[in-house]
């Protein structure tokens, strides 16, 4: 095979995973244009079409369809190859994606990173934020971040992080006009900020737990943001109660610019992992990269 028509099948892989070439251009570094050039020529080279293009979508044809399942595991199987070569390079290098939520990659990966980045000089690290589940397989990232109980069993989990919890916060100005909640019910009848899933679509449902009875509570409200961030400036601003990590919330109440309130119903759960496939073969980039990241108490 020439060398030529390895790096087209890759331009084609990608195309055919991502059914958008603009997507696929993004993903290998390249113009659309460019891109879409290399697909003719290998059409043109082949005397077959392979793709069938719209002006909204890009879908394969059934010899696209054929093309794709055959070299499409082998070409991921070769790059798995070629990156654990590596190994044999004096110093870590490479590029590992990782899928986190914003909270984690604030609280947890930034200062983390500030060690990472100057021992690994080699290594370049792509971070997703998603606050939603996100498929890191179907998506092709070498590791997703997520609370230690949602973690799929068939992962491999690292803990990067220790137990920490939500609390209910709200403004004293907020709360000056109405009575605080003494109970998760009574959220339904105050005006309350929306976390919304970016990739499922959907509200997060507040989750409480007291004396073994765990219950979620789906609130009202005029905001809803993708972003926890957001959710916590909202409530500061006093647009309602909101439901945030208790660290990020922590220097404002401690000014007293907001108060909490069902603190008794807000227990610890799980830190965060660093989950990954488990037949994923481990460059020494991602090796370094998980050493780095994993948990250890007292640091």
Request: with cysteine.
């Amino acid at each position: 095979m020439a060398r030529d028509d390895l790096t087209d099948l890759k331009a084609f892989v990608a195309v055919a995973e991502e059914r958008s070439f603009t997507r696929a251009a993004a993903r290998m570094g390249v113009t659309a244009s460019a891109l879409s050039h290399t697909i003719r020529a290998l059409e043109e080279r082949l005397g077959i079409r392979l793709l069938a293009r719209t002006t909204r979508s890009v879908s394969t044809t059934e010899a696209g369809d054929r093309l794709f399942r055959a070299v499409g595991p082998h070409l991921e199987q070769i790059q798995g190859e070629i990156d654990a070569l590596s190994a044999f390079r004096d110093t870590p290098s490479g590029t590992l994606r990782i899928s986190t939520g914003d909270h984690a990659a604030e609280m947890v990966l930034r200062p983390k990173l500030a060690r990472f980045l100057p021992r690994f000089p080699d290594v370049q690290v792509e971070v997703s934020i998603d606050n939603g589940f996100v498929d890191i397989v179907g998506e092709r990232y070498d590791a997703g971040v997520r609370l230690g109980e949602s973690v799929s069993k068939d992962m491999i989990a690292v803990r990067i992080g220790p137990d920490w919890r939500f609390v209910v916060v709200g403004a004293p100005a907020y709360l000056a006009h109405r009575p605080a909640p003494g109970l998760p019910r009574e959220l339904t009848a105050h005006r309350c900020v929306n976390l919304r899933l970016s990739s499922a679509g959907a509200l997060y449902a507040w989750e409480f737990e007291k004396e073994g009875r765990a219950l979620e509570v789906r609130v009202t409200g005029q905001l809803a943001f993708d972003s926890i961030f957001a959710v916590l400036h909202a409530a500061v601003d006093g647009h309602g109660l909101a439901y945030v990590p208790e660290d990020i919330a922590r220097p404002f109440l401690a000014s007293g610019q907001l108060v909490s309130v069902l603190d008794d119903w807000c227990p610890s759960i799980q830190g965060y992992h660093l989950y990954y496939p488990n037949r994923r073969l481990a460059s020494p980039a991602f090796s370094a990269f998980v050493e780095t990241m994993r948990y250890r108490p007292g640091e």
